[in-house]
């Protein structure tokens, strides 16, 4: 339980690094962000619970 937990926090580490660098800076304050980075986490958390080749 330890390892999944450590994983998702590298996933999500990951995946706002990567959107940080997509969004623009504008517009997206420090209540927003957070929430784009877990709507962004929970789709390809689906993904990857679904089988699909796109998160694997």
């Given at each position: 339980?330890?390892e999944r937990?450590?994983?998702?926090?590298?996933?999500n580490?990951?995946i706002?690094?990567?959107?940080?660098?997509l969004?623009?800076?504008?517009?997206?304050d420090?209540?927003?962000?957070?929430q784009?980075?877990?709507?962004?986490f929970?789709?390809?958390y689906?993904?990857?619970q679904?089988?699909?080749g796109?998160?694997a």
């Amino acid at each position: 339980m330890v390892e999944r937990k450590a994983t998702r926090e590298i996933v999500n580490r990951e995946i706002q690094f990567f959107t940080a660098d997509l969004l623009p800076r504008t517009g997206y304050d420090r209540v927003i962000f957070p929430q784009k980075v877990d709507a962004t986490f929970h789709y390809f958390y689906e993904l990857a619970q679904l089988g699909s080749g796109v998160a694997a």
